[in-house]
């Protein structure tokens, strides 16, 4: 009868233990990962093109290079936001290079290593993109 007794109290002080923390997790919320994607720029045009919802991009530059990035959101209708309406821009540990090109420059770069983009607010995860990363070994025109 002992026996009996103490597996009941064990299996009581599990049971509370389990009951006590679940409210607890269920409060705690894990971190959401950071939707990236690596990318190689093509050999044709120098470019990289991707459509999804990555926010942040990984890729390597030569030391020297400068790098041209464009983001348009596809919007919950399926269609581009106009750039005046656009609420995310490009980021990277690199000045920024005024250019009147579309795209947003930075640069130069400072060694030949892999270098990473972002895009803030990143509060848009979920929405989809269309983005285009070019790299150039010449400053764009000014």
């Known amino acids: 009868m002992r026996h009996s007794a103490s597996k009941r109290a064990l299996f009581w002080a599990v049971g509370a ?3 006590l923390s679940a409210p ?3 409060q705690e919320e894990q971190p959401q990962p950071v939707p990236r994607q690596r990318f190689k720029l093509g050999q044709s045009d120098g470019c990289f093109r991707y459509i999804g919802d990555a926010v942040e991009f990984v890729g390597r530059f030569k030391a020297g290079s400068y790098i041209g990035v464009s983001m348009i959101t596809i919007g919950q ?3 581009p936001t106009p750039p005046a309406d656009e609420d995310r821009t490009p980021a990277m540990d690199l000045p920024v290079w005024t250019s009147p090109s579309p795209y ?3 640069g130069p770069t400072t060694s030949s290593r892999d270098y990473s983009i972002t895009f803030s607010p990143r509060a848009f995860w979920g929405n989809s993109a269309i983005v285009t990363i070019c790299g150039r070994q010449s400053p764009p025109e000014k």
């Open 104 to 106: 947003l420059w930075f």
């Open 77 to 79: 209708d399926g269609m």
């Open 17 to 19: 233990a389990v009951l």
């Open 24 to 26: 607890a997790t269920a």
